[in-house]
């Protein structure tokens, strides 16, 4: 499946952004989904993850009441309100997709998740 995101820009803290993935080439419904950011100099880490159907959701402690992840599989995209925006937000964020069944958990490791997108970079100014 190919995933391409797009919606970052550079935003004052307290701000909101929109961020969204659009995946196309496998059936969209078939794939848990995940958001995942890295800064600069760190490693990459999960933000928030949801199941095939939506259903199911998860959040990094970080942006736990802040971020809302959800997915649309008629449309086959993934989406990421981010709300509140502090200046440690600021990375490049990725989308990610893992084949699931429809009873999985959903996983935070950025090695279980089999395609990716190409990033984009989320900026929060002080």
């Known amino acids: 499946v190919q995933l391409q995101a797009s919606g970052g820009g550079l935003v004052q803290a307290g701000g909101s952004l929109r961020l969204s993935c659009a995946a196309s080439?496998?059936?969209?419904?078939?794939?848990?989904m995940g958001w995942f950011h890295q800064a600069p100099g760190k490693e990459r880490e999960f933000v928030a993850g949801?199941?095939?159907?939506?259903?199911?959701?998860d959040y990094a402690d970080s942006v736990k009441g802040r971020f809302t992840i959800s997915r649309d599989n008629a449309k086959n995209t993934v989406y990421l309100e981010m709300n509140s925006l502090k200046p440690e937000d600021t990375a490049v964020y990725y989308c990610?997709?893992?084949?699931?069944?429809?009873?999985?958990?959903?996983?935070?490791?950025?090695?279980?998740?089999?395609?990716w997108g190409q990033g984009t970079l989320v900026t929060v100014s002080s």
């Open positions: 990610a997709a893992r084949r699931a069944i429809m009873t999985s958990p959903i996983i935070q490791r950025p090695g279980r998740y089999n395609y």
């Open positions: 080439g496998r059936t969209f419904s078939n794939y848990a």
């Open positions: 949801i199941s095939r159907s939506g259903g199911s959701t």
